[in-house]
């Protein structure tokens, strides 16, 4: 593949209030993915931060490339520092529909922590065929649902990864496969 | 509410081998729903059977009414038997897009057995606020999640029915509420 | 085909201040396509009528049947009169995205008038080969683009009918060909 | 705006056998987007160039930056040659909704001739308020619509560029204002 890889960080929105801890993992995931000059893609909201923005400021400190999906018709969401190299505007609403672009732009994901969001994306990919890569130790679905496959038709097992470095390098690992 | 009620009858693939009894159960359901004068919405798929569409088949038996979310951008759906009065061709892919414009369109959702693209389902209803009955002994995600809510946000806490009849009830009762 | 026809009546908005006689147009067509005991698709709007809307108020008072087609993530439609026995909610923008899921889900389309909004969705007819049935002396791209091809590939001329009877007729015939 | 500007390029398909002039007037395009340092957004078809396509290629000569917007839920685009760096899967059929994705991510469109998918473009463009200039001589929708509102909301008037160089810094201009 001569395109750089797109990675997904995937996780929990502010209003679920995640640690600064896991917060520092997500924004080291997208320092990492800068750094091995791959492509950070990131769900960006329009009212609240998110484990997914925290990436693109990871990356970007890192001079990485960014990319933020968001929902709705306008380009105004809630990361104005310059984060975000590229605004993707779905016209489809959150809940399911932007996730399922951002999700679907992806060459695997990383995810962290999260919610019932991160949990349709999770689902998203592995009915998509995107590789999952599952940052433990982050709580939420990232932790209930790591090793495990979704259902019987066993396509991807969510991969486990102990830290930042191992989640980024796996990522890479399993899409160079 | 003037409208009929949109109830949403989700479940397994035909590819997830569910048994005789579980279809039965989302034909019973389709058959209620359409006792009860409402509307039963499946997702209808182009390739196989599902527990979506054995609800349809129940719904029309009872002379119910219908409507089928599809994929792509034709409407060569599986059921070609009649038992789909409206299609709704979303030009959403199937693995999360079409899904979203199903539960969406849903003013309730009740779901069996099930594998990820239940999952995907329950999980956009939640994060949508479109109530989920839960139809236990059924097995696949349906039993997993039962009685819980997805994330701390506690939004909607999964409802639990026994049987079909219990569940179209429940279904119609937490609508009108 | 067994099931009803599925037609689509597209329109200016209420906001291109439309006469009444084009109203009663699109009111007529309403009529006559649930007279004809087939189905009427219109766009349905959240804060005004439109053309498209007063279809689904001719095809309710001859107790036909309606489908209304909506954005966003809310059944809150303006039509608030019980003229709309289902909606479907595509979690898509209006402006082309939701436009999208209505004209995919028409067997045929008959266009009044029009701004953008209709010019979209003739388009997007045009593109997946969607019979088209111009209504002319309406005004707007309806008498712009009858009789036309939209580019040299020549898919689909766009049909022109002089009276509402004669376009629902001749949306019957095209799709029964 | 800290971000660069995300400039869409679009017209005709392979299939509508544009002229070499026409072609290499819509590469030209994305090279002097890329000489400005901002963004090409291109439509990614996934069975035959376009001048959507032309255009990254342009840019990518001149070590633009380049994103491929695309349908259905593979990567695997037309391009194959290194000339796309990131590839956005909508998971929007073509026709209309993955236009809309594409047109909504802009924050200024440039046309090139065009048949009925450059006029869902440009019609799309029009109703989320998003500019557009077209490069007139070109044929097609473009020549067709410049100067015009297409309707009479007035939104925004379709603005006219003689030259590539010209479009590019029409372009630019009215982003800035």
Not at 9 to 30: M, N, P, R, T
Not at 127 to 156: C, E, H, M, Y
Request: a positive charge; charged letters at 25%; glycine letters at 12%.
């Amino acid at each position: 593949m001569k395109r750089k890889i797109q990675i997904g960080v995937i996780g929990s929105g502010a209003d679920l209030k995640y640690s600064s801890e896991v917060e520092k993992s997500a924004f080291e995931l997208g320092r990492l993915i800068a750094k091995s000059k791959n492509i950070t893609v990131f769900g960006a909201e329009k009212d609240y931060d998110s484990l997914s923005t925290a990436a693109s400021r990871g990356a970007k400190q890192q001079g990485g490339l960014t990319v933020g999906v968001t929902y709705g018709v306008k380009k105004d969401i809630w990361d104005k520092d310059g984060n975000t190299d590229i605004i993707i505007v779905t016209g489809l609403e959150r809940g399911g529909g932007r996730e399922f672009v951002l999700v679907n732009s992806c060459d695997v994901i990383i995810s962290v922590s999260g919610g019932s969001g991160t949990l349709t994306e999770i689902a998203i990919g592995y009915q998509l065929n995107i590789p999952i890569v599952a940052l433990i130790g982050t709580g939420g679905w990232t932790d209930k649902l790591v090793g495990t496959f979704l259902d019987s038709r066993k396509r991807l097992k969510i991969l486990s990864a102990r830290t930042p470095a191992e989640a980024v390098n796996m990522a890479i690992k399993v899409v160079n496969k």
